[in-house]
């Protein structure tokens, strides 16, 4: 199910004062919510642990754990930022059928250059969602909220 704008952007937000806890607790800031196929239940929500231990990912196995996956085809992560393509991988592993992003990893790059915590990949999760076998809806950037997004890393990251 895809999410109504309204939906998607309060969820964007949500998503991304989870980030900012990460960030105050030293960690990157990154966050990420799934949402059930109503489109209004979160059902869980996730910071950033460590540089192996994302958001997304983090959130993903934790949803393949404990939810069936013909549910999960029909639930929503949502993250600040487009996945990575170990995020987009262990999303796709999950099931879960839908992906929404509020800001494009290139957008990441900007912000982080070449930062040794950070070393960015130029992947797109689409291409990596393309080369699977099932369907992975991905909705992102969403324009509206690049700077609220942004603006959570800017500091962090110099």
Same mark, same amino acid.
């Given at each position: 199910?895809?999410?109504? !704008?309204?939906?998607?952007?309060?969820?964007?937000?949500?998503?991304?004062? *989870?980030?900012?806890?990460?960030?105050?607790?030293?960690?990157?800031?990154?966050?990420?919510?799934?949402?059930?196929?109503?489109?209004?239940? %979160?059902?869980?929500?996730?910071?950033?642990?460590?540089?192996?231990?994302?958001?997304?990912? @983090?959130?993903?196995?934790?949803?393949?754990?404990?939810?069936?996956?013909?549910?999960?085809?029909?639930? @929503?992560?949502?993250? @600040?930022?487009?996945?990575?393509?170990?995020?987009?991988?262990?999303?796709?592993?999950?099931?879960?059928?839908? *992906?929404?992003?509020?800001?494009?990893?290139?957008?990441?790059?900007?912000?982080?250059?070449?930062? !040794?915590?950070?070393?960015?990949?130029?992947?797109?999760?689409?291409?990596?969602?393309?080369?699977?076998?099932?369907? @992975?809806? %991905?909705?992102?950037? *969403? !324009?509206?909220?690049?700077?609220?997004?942004?603006? *959570?890393?800017?500091?962090?990251?110099?």
């Amino acid at each position: 199910m895809t999410l109504r !704008p309204d939906q998607a952007e309060r969820h964007l937000r949500r998503a991304n004062a *989870v980030a900012q806890r990460a960030l105050g607790m030293g960690r990157h800031p990154f966050g990420a919510l799934l949402v059930a196929p109503d489109g209004e239940t %979160v059902l869980a929500e996730q910071g950033n642990i460590d540089t192996v231990n994302h958001a997304e990912s @983090t959130l993903a196995r934790s949803a393949a754990a404990n939810y069936p996956g013909a549910y999960l085809a029909q639930c @929503t992560l949502v993250t @600040t930022f487009e996945p990575c393509a170990m995020c987009a991988g262990t999303i796709y592993w999950a099931g879960i059928g839908h *992906v929404l992003y509020g800001a494009e990893e290139a957008a990441l790059l900007a912000l982080t250059g070449n930062h !040794p915590e950070n070393p960015t990949l130029s992947l797109p999760c689409r291409a990596v969602f393309a080369s699977g076998q099932r369907a @992975t809806e %991905v909705t992102g950037p *969403v !324009p509206a909220l690049h700077e609220a997004i942004t603006a *959570v890393h800017r500091d962090f990251w110099r």
